[in-house]
């Protein structure tokens, strides 16, 4: 299924990742940050918390929440968008916090919240990879207990051919069968955590993506632990 | 000591069954793994991870520094920078005070020096029924990250007697991140100031006591 002769619109590999950028301790004021770019992608996420659940009738006394916010800054795409959120944003929040909970161990902060704002600076496709992959490293560099790391990647089946981490160009695609974005996520063990799709695939093709974005995800990993490790410098 | 680095949660810290999980750290087959972002230490095959960052958890007979936020019938509710505020209560004050004359004690506003002597799912209960605890009433409070408290202490108080020494001031250092600094003079405690900052600015340089002395001799020759 690997065509060597597949050429992507800006002369990459099939399963080569676009340049990536991350760093931590961006936001001072934040309790942990992180920024994490996939080429032109850019996400911001800032950590706050453990505090205490406001308004009070969301409290859980069983457990922690987790509560995660991304949005997409009005300048981020070509042409600006409403600022606010919106339908778009409110789902990709809602899936961040379910990509983000199983790794993250909040049980015994009850009535408490962890706030999670995730801001896409710049968009160009994979904002929701580049944003979970922000806030896990947020969420480490803030000192909240986890079991693993997680990271996330986009696969794309652009007419037959499946993809790592598609840019705005190929999310685009219309030639044969068009373009299907996977984005999926794994924990440095190997879990999934996180899987969307909408779009056409065979289960076959699913299966290959599925392994493709769990060899990616280790690259991703890597970047996340080195920008970790790299904080303040043990010089 | 051993060497110290920077583990990220899921990594493994150490392999083989003799090692015992500390704070921090999980134990799944022989293998030790950290829970959370912090530096990794190894001591009598215990492994523990001294967080880095995120925000302060309070423990039982912590001494703390907190803002009085309000008084109720029976004590003060304190915010020491936690989730929950603190609560320090009438019968934990060590003299009788009548109940109609609680902000005569301590008034909103004030900053108090405490212990914390119990946490519960309420809340946190603090005492002042101890020497050198009580409302403030002069000197100058600063405040750090409170991830930084023990290297401002160093081992065994080391780094925050050498300060205390070469300033001439009292230091009170509460586990929360604020400071209380008390001298004779203002110029003591800002020089007692500006020696708290350069530590928290070189936490990550080992062997940092040598590094402060030679920094007071540098300031002082000045």
């Known amino acids: 299924m690997t065509d060597k002769q597949f050429k992507r619109p800006d002369g990459r590999k099939v399963d080569e990742i676009r340049e990536m950028k991350a760093k931590v301790g961006v936001v001072p004021n934040a309790d942990g940050s992180a920024m994490f770019s996939f080429g032109k992608t850019v996400a911001i996420a800032a950590v706050y918390g453990p505090k205490k659940m406001h308004p009070q009738h969301q409290q859980d006394p069983e457990k922690g929440t987790l509560r995660c916010t991304y949005n997409m800054l009005s300048f981020s795409v070509t042409e600006r968008i409403r600022p606010g959120s919106n339908r778009r944003s ?3 929040s809602k899936i961040t916090g379910w990509a983000l909970e199983p790794v993250i161990m909040i049980e015994n902060y009850p009535n408490m919240v962890v706030d999670v704002y995730i801001n896409i600076l710049q968009a160009n496709a994979s904002t929701r990879c580049a944003g979970i992959n922000a806030a896990a490293m947020a969420l480490a560099h803030a000192g909240i207990p986890m079991k693993d790391m997680v990271s996330s990647v986009s696969i794309g089946k652009l007419d037959k051919q499946l993809v790592v981490d598609v840019n705005k160009d190929e999310e685009d695609w219309e030639i044969g069968e068009g373009a299907t974005d996977i984005p999926i996520t794994f924990t440095n063990s190997g879990k999934l955590t996180h899987i969307q799709l909408d779009g056409k695939i065979t289960t076959k093709e699913l299966k290959e993506a599925i392994e493709l974005a769990r060899k990616s995800c280790k690259e991703i990993y890597e970047v996340q632990k080195k920008a970790l490790k790299d904080v303040g410098g043990v010089e | 000591m051993t060497d110290r680095k920077i583990i990220i949660p899921g990594e493994v810290i150490a392999k083989g069954n003799e090692y015992l999980p500390g704070e921090g750290t999980e134990k799944q087959g022989d293998e030790i793994v950290a829970m959370r972002y912090g530096l990794a230490e190894e001591s009598n095959k215990l492994v523990k991870v001294i967080p880095l ?23 003060w509710i304190i915010d020491i920078g936690t989730t929950n505020n603190a609560f320090l209560s009438l019968t934990e004050v060590p003299r009788y005070v009548n109940k109609d004359e609680l902000e005569e004690v301590m008034n909103i506003g004030d900053m108090v020096i405490a ?14 029924k101890s020497k050198g605890l009580g409302k403030i009433s002069e000197g100058i409070i600063i405040k750090i990250n409170p991830n ?3 290297r401002t202490i160093g081992k065994e108080g080391s780094m925050i007697n050498l300060i205390k020494e070469e300033s001439g001031c009292d230091i009170i250092v509460g586990q929360n991140g604020l400071i209380w600094i008390k001298g004779d003079k203002v110029e003591n405690e800002l020089f007692a100031k500006k020696a708290i900052l350069f530590v928290t600015e070189k936490s990550f340089v080992s062997g940092l006591t040598e590094e402060v002395k030679k920094w007071f001799e540098e300031v002082k020759g000045k």
Do not use: H
């Not at chain 2, 039982?60 to 109720?72: A, H, L, Q, S």
């Open chain 2, 115 to 128: 212990k914390i002597w119990g946490i519960n799912k309420r809340g946190i209960d603090l005492s002042i």
């Open chain 2, 148 to 150: 930084k408290v023990p």
């Open chain 1, 90 to 92: 409110t789902e990709i």
């Open chain 2, 53 to 75: 960052s995120g925000v302060y958890q309070p423990r039982r007979r912590n001494v703390v520094i907190g803002k009085v936020e309000n008084i109720t019938f029976n004590g």
